[in-house]
Each structure stands twice: as structure tokens, then as C-alpha cells.
């Protein structure tokens, strides 16, 4: 893997101080730094704009914001943690008894030091974020209170990077962009993906790739509403997220469940230990995707999931809690996914009656009486399974053979004649 | 529950004295005082009427019986425990030895001082049961031998409490009366459905709900008989039996195995940590029911099955052996079961496409960053499932979530116009 | 049995000695003892026939091989083992160095004494299989060797004994008698068929019997290919191989899975605690029945699958091997599932509304309130499931009633006139 994990670690340690939202220049500053490393076209959406149920919201930039006392002594102070300031506060210059705003602070009661991640996208409001240790610190008296933000018509900013292949059908691969300094959740995912679309990028394609970085739950609202006229063609679709920590490599259906992603992703999930789970209606941008008015193919590769890992939307999901070796395990099961969805197909054996004389062809060592090998047993698998109703890949499930192995069977039997592609 | 494990087994102490059998007096004493609770009917079907493959047998009484010594003194007496004839015994009046007497007589295996419960129903006998210590302590010679019953042309009775609801659905709910001085079976089911009866009297309901009070087999056999007109109404239906001892709350599923009764009877029964078992063509009137010409939905709630219970059949199945808690837990069970029966319902998502903005809606907290609660995960898959192909109690079982908050959830999105009743 | 076990053993024994392979005087020998126990008929193949994608071989017989010092001491000598000649060796006289026959020499790396079976069957060429132990000793030098075979046009012989039975519908018995002196892979077969042939022949039959003896693979692919007319009689197939070693019983399911044979062979075998392991296309004659373009309802009984046990194809898969009571039990289990597809069915229950009245028409006891037993429980379940959906072994799968049990209910039941075969 030529140092991915690493690859992807350093992308990670540079986009993570960036202060990015649903909407804003830290978004932009983000899909930048992707652009750089493979094609990605920037998408602006102005505010205001009817999206399916939803209309796209102000767009909000944060330059400051603090709370200091009397003397000017910062006691929080959204340089040194951008999560201290509630996503999406509006612009506040105040001077307030600590009383007064207590109301406004929120704390995590998981830890004393953790700092939680809170937002307020679609209620105008404000708030600050603390440890329960800063909380506790906080002597009764009269407070500076500035938040020195923007919220005004502006844009929403996703990216995207199509990269096509031979055919009409259309593989999406989307991670959300719109958490500050949050590391697993989700500049792994964001990583992951960069890297993943560089490597499509340089291999022969049998199907489309469209690679979406998109602020959660609205991102993908926008995306869906401007290209309905592309969902038919999505055959398969994987939402990245948390792929960063040292949880199970995990793999959640599509809600149907049966899809070919379904397939694929608890074949290479499952065959790795990880875990495969069935779908739910929580967790990241698969919830619009899965929502029954598209019920699109997507399911999610993840490793600890939303809410699964200690520091979960808090200050302690950190890069410290990264682990290269992770991030690129988590790369390989997509680019796995990948080659399977892209080389998976229904066949027919053109010699049903019978098995067909293998070792005239030069497919069967000749000298008989000892076991079979893998590649015997795989040939004889696709033959007998090749009806036009079972694809390599459920010939590789049920054989328990590597679908590799099987694919290589097919190839096998396809040069000599005896298999055709099923229509 | 207001004290309704105590009143039903202070029902139960009523109605245990009674010599009961498929037909008699017993019976219609023991209708009389359910009819004292609920609105209940008393139907009579005179000897001989042709039902299904079945007539009618003639009625049976019994003031007395006994088996006494040449001085008068009754060594077996029906006075101290109805259990000792075989019901259904014809008339007798003989002086006979005991070896002559000694086929007349029924011991129980399983205990020396049990004395079985035995019946002839149609074929013209009568005999004795007794228990193995007082078979043994008869000394030879000769006994006066009395059985002062009738069997004649009469009628059978049961009864039956009609409660309209507002459509045409149906539910339909029964247990058998045809036992004397048996507790759990099946005077426990007796005082659960007359509690259940009253409780569904007094509350709205969605369908008509069918109480039949009847004796076993040939009662049910009787009711449809009489009512094939009727049964195509039924959508759900339930046999009571043996609900008061300490045994696992129990559902047996209807023939069908997947109806909704199976569905509801399953969920509540699995959810309290009861067992939720498949049809199996024998038990007691849900073997008429689930026949295959009629094949109603109607499963089983029981604790023991019959025969799992130590004194099953005999007069160790007193009133010593119930628990007031948990005829209770049973009660509750059944209520439960008739609650998702009357609230599940198949909805259409009117917003399918991407999820609605149910903050904009006040359905969802306006601070994120949080983990959801169960209310807020019940909207997301109710909206998620409501294609028209998924019931609220689907819906509860795949999520796991309590029924009840699904449905409050349906509600909410009802209310705000994002759901609609599937047609 | 009256010593089925031990008959098949000696027949084993008997034709332990010859020479087998898939074609040649060895397997006609074994046909003809096969042929004085049950009426089989010979059938002779030409070299050269177009059979399927393959062509029947030239015909291989050997008298004699050896390796020879020059002092005329054999070293290695067929006629101690005709394991010792790679099947299919076409002639040699010559005389070498040991390091230019080397090559020619196969060793079994599982065991420094055994001596491996090969075959060469569609490549010309010859060899010899010895043990290390022989090998090791071999000291250099120059050695006679002599291959004294023919391989030329001749047949392919197979045997094939037909049993009509009173409709059209047929069941296919085969085994492989190909192999030389090797006990349980398969003359453990042969004689459990041959044994099965002879019990079979005089039974009453429902369905008629073909039962084959023919060489693996080339032998199946001869018949099917002659044979295309008379595939759509077959309701049911058992491959029969490796049935003498102390392995548990084994049933492997046909292709389909769900075929009349695969529910009475998982259902004999399971209940007597045997294995049932779904279909894989390897193994034997199954390959070729269960090709994709036949698809036939063949399973396969075995005891130890090929590869499973210690000395498979090696001198040690010898009749010390063999235990008579495991062969006798394989027949037993063969039998049964024979009984089950003549005496399965599909019955309607002529009085579906409603139990019958048993007690009326002798079919259940007079006195009530005891437990029922498996006859009467058998009665119930054949009434409530006779619905012309659920056949008497499905009946017995589900209620875990003994299958003679079912039957016995259903002949019962139609005796009374209360089922009718369903149509």
C-alpha cells in the first residue's frame, strides 16, 4: 500500500484546524486541499435555495470568539479549540453575569476535560462549549462574551469528483466535511475517500465513480435534489465515515439489505473479522440516501460507528486517537468493496450437460487420485453454479473459496470457451 | 392494575366449587356469574343438534355419588371432591365386590395421593376416580355403589359477550368451561377473560371483540358451527387456558404462524421473557380453530401447556397452586396483546424523499451534536419503514423499540401531516 | 438384517483382488459376480464414442508390472499391489537409471508405508506408486522395467439393473467400480448396492429402481448421455460411496437442496445423527448428475467424504478398514430413505372444518382427560396439515413424529375415509 495509512494520516494533520461547518470558508479551505489531489469540482449553492423538504440555510463564518473576564483574560477562547463555539452561533458582543450565561454553556458529562461538539444549524442561537473542569473554574461576576461570527446569505459548498468508466452505471462513494476538529468523525473518512478516488483515478474503470464530499444530512439533501435525473444509473454506493480508530472494520447494509453492495461489503467486512450490520435509520448521510423515496443501493463502511467510540463528538477525538494502520486497513476494505462490485458478474456454462473435459483443455492437471487445489475446486464451482442466476460473488460466498480465486476461474473458462456472460 | 390478580382469583374461589362438565348445570352456574360482571349471553343447543362432523351429546347432571361399605360408610364421595366420578357417568345404583368394582376405578401414576380427572363423554360408562392410597386401603368384600346423575336429552350451554367496536374486524377470544374442580385449568382462564371482558368494555375499541365462554372442544366446534357466517371478520383471535400458575407466560402461535396475532402475540409474550412457541395441533380449542377448513388467526396465551404443569388433570390443580401475581402478569399480557392488535397499523411516509426537516416541525431538539433518543430514533424509522409495506409492530420489532413509541411517533407525523394511513 | 453387514463384507472381499479401472476385464469381472446376485445387465461402450464434451477412452488391461534389478529381484511388483501401476500405464520394457525413473515414481506424502493411487487416464503416459520406505531402499543403479499393458479400442463396460415399479416415475441408484484394490472407496459402495439391488428386487415397488455400476465420471457422463429420454422419470437419486468406514453416516444434499431426496435423506441421516452438508460440486458421480444443464434430485450417501478419512486412495484404504456394522448400517439408511420416497405423499383432509370425530369411528380412546400418545398425536397432525400442501415427511419433519408414525396415521385416516391423496 506504499505508506497510504501514513498518506492519509498527514492529510488528516493538516485539514484538522480548520474550522468547517455545513456551510463557510473552512469547508472551502477543505475541498481545496482534496482538490490537490485528485479532480474535484467545487459546487456552490445559494442559500435560500428549496431543497426536497429543506431550503439551504445562511451561511456562517466564525473569525473569533471568547469569553474573557473583566480584565481581559480569556477563559475560552475559540483560538485554541474551534469546537468551543456552538456551530453556527450568531454574532454576540455582550457583557453578562456568569448566571446569565450560564444557560449558554454546554458541557459533556461523559468527562471532566472533554470539550463536546454542539450545534445549532437551523435555530438561530449562540452557546459556548467547555469542560466541566473550565465550567467549575468559573468564578460568579461579569464576563466579555463575543462571538465574532457572520450568518448572511452566502453559499452551501460541496465537492465532487466524477471519474468515468466504460459503462453507464454509476458507483457513489460520499464522507460528510462539516466537523471542525473532530478526527475520526470525520477527517478520516474525508482522507479515505481522497485516497480512495486517487487510486480509481489511475485504474481502468468497468463502472462510473462519483466521489461526493458533502456536509452531513444537508449535503446530501442539496446533492439528491440537483440529480435526481442520476440516481438510476447508481448501482452501488458507500457512505465512509470513522474509518480512523481502532475498532472493528465494520459494514452497515443499504435497506434493502440484498443489494450488491450488501454483498460485497459484508463479503470483504465479514471475510475480515469485521462486523456487518443491518441497516438502521441513524447515523450518517445513508439516512437520506436509504430514505424510502430513493432507497438507493448505499451502504457504509465504517469502524467504530456514531456514538461508539469514548470521545464521540468531543474534544477527545483527536489525532492522537488515529491510527495509520487502521486508516489503511479501512482503505483496503474499500478499494476491495471496490474491485468486487467492479468484477463481479452473472455467467453461463456453455457446456451444461456434464462437466466438461477440463484436462483436454489444459484446465485439469492429468495425473488423477491426489486432492483438488483451490483453483480446481473454483473451476468446478463456476461451472456448476453458472446458470445465469448466481454472480461470482455468491459463488464465492457459498463456496467459501476467495473471490479472487473465482473470478480467475471465470477468466479461466471464459478464454476457454465454456463460459459466456449471462444478459 | 387496581387489585386485579386478587379479584380474579377471588372469582376463581367462586366458581371452584362447581361441578362442571360439556354440559349441565355446573356450566350455566358458572355463566350466571360472569354474566354478574360482563354483558354475557347464554346460548342453548339442544342434544342432538348436528354440528360439523359432530352431535350434540345428551346433557349430564349429578346431585351424588359415592362408594360406601355395607354400613353406610362412603370410602369414595363425590360430596368432598368432584373429581372422584368420571364425569359423564351414567346412572348406577349396585352392590358389587370389589374385584368386580376395581375396573370402574382410575388411579393416577403420577402421585398416590392425586386423584386423576377422567371423562366419558360419548361412549355411556361411568366410574370412579380415586387416588392410589385410598385404592389401596379398600378391603375386599363387597360396597354399595352410587352414581345419582342423569344423562338425558338437554341442551348445551356457553356464553357469549359481544362488544362493537367501530369497523368490521373482529377479535375473537375464548376459554373452556367445561372443567369441575380444576384451578388452572381452567378456572384461571375463566376469571382472565371475564377480567378482560370488562376491561375492554369500558375502553374505545377499533374492532368487536368476541368473548366465548365454552365448553372444550365440542363448545367451539358448536360456536362455529353456528357462525361461519361470522368468521371472515376475524383478523386476530385468542385461547385462554392455564394462566394463573408460576409457569413462563406463554404464546403458542396460530396455524398460520405469521398472522398478526402471531406477530403481537410474539412480541409482547417475547419482549416480558415468556416463550413464544409454533402451532402444534393439539392443546385445547385452538385445535378447531386452526383447522384446516376454518385456519383462523387465533394463537394461544398460557403459562404451562397442558400436561407441563405437576398436577395437570388432577386434584393437585387446586387453588393452592395459583399465584394472584401472576394471573396478574397474564392479564397483563393479554391487554398488551389487544393493544397492538387495536393500534398497529401500515402508513405511507407522504415527505419519502431525503428525511423531512422535522426540527423546522418541533419534532426534533434544536441542539445537534447529541446522541438521539428513542423518541427521535422512533420518528426516523417510522418515516424510513412507511413505504406501505411495513406495520408499526414490524417496525417496533426490527428497531427493537417499544411498540408504544413507535406508535406515538406515528402519531406525531401524523399530526404534522408527513404520514398517512396506507390504503 | 439377517447379516447383511457381513454378506457385504464378503462380497468386498471377493472383489478385493481384481484390478479395476474405468474400463477393462477388472470391472467386467466385478459386474459379472455383481450380475449372480441381481439381475444387472452388461453394457458395452466403443472406444471413440462421442459422449457429452467427452469421447470414451481406449480400453486398459494389464497383466504384469514390475521394476527389476538387474539380477531379476522385483523391487516393485504389481502383482503384490496393483496399486503399484499408475491406472492407465500404457506398455514399457525398458531398462534405466534410477534417477531417469524417479520421475516415474509417485510417493504419498501422508505416510512413509503407503502406497498412493493415481491415474492417468486421458494423457498418455505410465508410472508407478510406492511407498517412501521402498523408494528410500531403492539403491542407484540400472532396473528393469516392464508395464505389461494393452491400451486399445475396445469398451467401456458398465452394469445397469432395472426394477420396474408400478407408475412411471423412477429413482437412480449408482456407484463408481472403478477403482483397483482400494476397501472402502469402493467396493463398500458396490456391495451396498448390490445388497440394496437384491432388497429392492423383492419388495412391492411404487416407483421403479435403476441401479448402476459404473466407472466415476466417464461412466455417469456414458449413461447420461445415452440415456437423455428417460431423465424426467427420475424423482430421486442416490450416489452410494465410501458407506464401510467408522465415519458418521453422511447425507450431501443435491444441487437443488430442497428435492424430495434431499428432505428424506436429511431426515433418515439426521435423525440417526448423522451429517447433512449441502452440495458441493465435488465428490463423485453427483458432479455429473447435478451439472446445471441435468440438474437432477441426486444426493450422495457416504459415511467419510473422499479426502476424510486416514488412508484415502493409498494401500491403507484396505478391507481391515472396514467395519461391517457401519456397512449395515449405511444399508439401513439407504432402506429407509428408499421408504420414505415410496410412502411420502400429499394428502387433503376430507373433513377439514373442525377435528373429526375420532372416538365415533374407533380412531381414539373412549376415556378422556389422560395425555395422548404418538398415534393419536400423529392423527391430529396428518388432519390439521393435509391441506394439498404439506407432504406426509414434511408432516413428519415438523411435528418430530417418526415417519412410519405419520404413515401409519394417514393409512388410518384414509381406512376411515377422512383423507383423500391430493391431485
Redesign the interface.
Known sequence: MDGAGRRMYELMRELYPLCRSITGDGVRATLRTIAARIPLELHEVPSGTRV???TVPEEWNIRDAYIATGDGRRVVDFQSCNLHV?SYSEPVRATMTLDDLRPRL?TDPRDPDWI????????R?W?FCVSRRQLDSLRPGVYDVVVDSTLEPGALTYGECYLPGEGETEVLLTTHVCHPSLANDNLSGIALLAELGAALAKRPRRHSYRLLFIPG?IG??VW??RNEDKLSAIIAGLVVACVGDAGPLTYKRS?RGDALIDRAGGYVVGRSGGRVLDF???GWDE??F??????LPVGCLARSLE?EFPGY?SSADDLASIRPDCLEESLRAALAIVEVVEQDGVYL?L???????L??RGLYR???????DDDQ?AL??V?????GRHSLLEIAER?RLPFATIRRAADALLDAGLLAQAT
Chains 1, 2, 3 share one sequence.
Open positions: 426536497l423538504d429543506w456552538v454546554h463536546p461538539y454542539r450545534t445549532s444549524y437551523y435555530t442561537s452557546g444530512t446530501s439533501i439528491l435534489a435497506r438502521v435509520p441513524w439516512r437520506q436509504n430514505s424510502p423515496g430513493f432507497d456514538g463528538h456454462n457446456s451444461p450437460k456434464g462437466e466438461p473435459q484436462g483436454r492429468s495425473t488423477g487420485g491426489d486432492a483438488p475446486l468446478l464451482w461451472l456448476n453454479q453458472s446458470d463456496s
